[in-house]
């Protein structure tokens, strides 16, 4: 599995000019509304890339399609934020989900020597950049309610030894430094990604987990980008969570519809035939599954792979394919 980074605009942090809700929690986006807060308490962003992607079917007069990307545009999608302009972001979803009253989905994924170097490779320079990093997230964020994925594959990786020996030192105190500093947030809860169910050994997970920090967390997060079925994600978790102080954890459903894809090379990055999952919800039935999510931006691109865009970048025939095909 590979993270794509979700590229982040400057007219993103301008979305509280036009993200304020009602009692019934509407949008004044004409495209996009809120969801019920008692179902989803998070913010549906009404300038994110599927709900231009409506605007732009609309104004085409392409009424099916643009219907079908209504059922993207209409559910909460985190926001992957960015070190460039961290702060301003973190500030910029914060105060626009405060205004619509409701929650911040945020991701962070910038952990030095990210995803081995493969398409979404990168990072912070260094562990003091990284530290830096945090801190403009933290103070971004400030006292208003977000809910923090904190790096995708970063545990994984040290388990699978994609990312080397030699860093897994720094990155053990850097995931316990960032839970640290987001739980000494007022309101802010924070989840350590824990991979997926595609891991056939959740025994070896624990560990390094409990290393990480993530006892302090308030969870952890499985399936981020990647196409477990809910049903087998939640049995992952539930293994994991009895290791850890049965810990709740969530559940990456963005594009699990149609379970994983196992044909040819690279079958996490951009597979045909998937599906748009669960919706994002905080009623699971489970007592151990805080929610349904959509981390992972449905319609955006996992990488240069199968004719995809770079990490991260809108892909509107991809987004297309994935709300056909769900039910």
Known sequence: ???????????????????????????????????????DPYWVNPDGNAANQVEAYAKD??????????????????????????????????????????????????????????????????????????DQVAKGIGDRHATVILEPD??????????????????????????????SLKNTKVYLDAG???????????????????????????????FQTTAVSTEFGKKLSAKIGNKPFVIDTARNGNGPYSKGKDPWCNPPGRALGETPTTKTSDPLVDAYLWVKRPGESDGTCRGGPKAGEWWPEYALGLAKASR
Not at 23 to 32: C, E, I, L, M
Not at 155 to 182: S, W
């Open 154 to 183: 970063a545990v994984l990786h040290m388990v699978d030894n994609c990312t080397p020996q030699e860093f897994h030192e720094e990155r053990y105190d850097l995931l316990n430094g960032a839970i640290g500093k987001l739980k």
């Open 61 to 134: 007069d392409k009424k099916d399609d643009a219907d079908q990307i209504r059922k993207i545009a209409e559910q909460p999608v985190a926001e992957w934020l960015v070190p460039e302009n961290a702060e301003d972001q973190a500030r910029g979803f914060t105060e626009a989900a405060e205004k619509a009253d409701r929650d911040a989905l945020l991701v962070l994924y910038n952990i030095p020597h990210r995803d081995c170097g493969q398409y979404s490779g990168g990072g912070a320079a260094d562990g003091n950049a990284y530290r830096a990093f945090v």
């Open 196 to 226: 997926n169910a595609g891991w056939k050994n959740p025994d070896s997970l624990w560990e390094p987990l409990k290393r990480s920090g993530v006892e302090q967390a308030d969870g952890f997060s499985v399936n981020v980008s990647n």
């Open 1 to 39: 599995m590979r993270t794509g980074v979700a590229l982040a605009g400057a007219a993103l942090l301008l979305v509280g000019c036009s993200s304020g809700g009602d009692s019934d929690g509407d949008s004044s986006s004409p495209h996009v509304k809120q969801q019920p807060k008692g179902k």
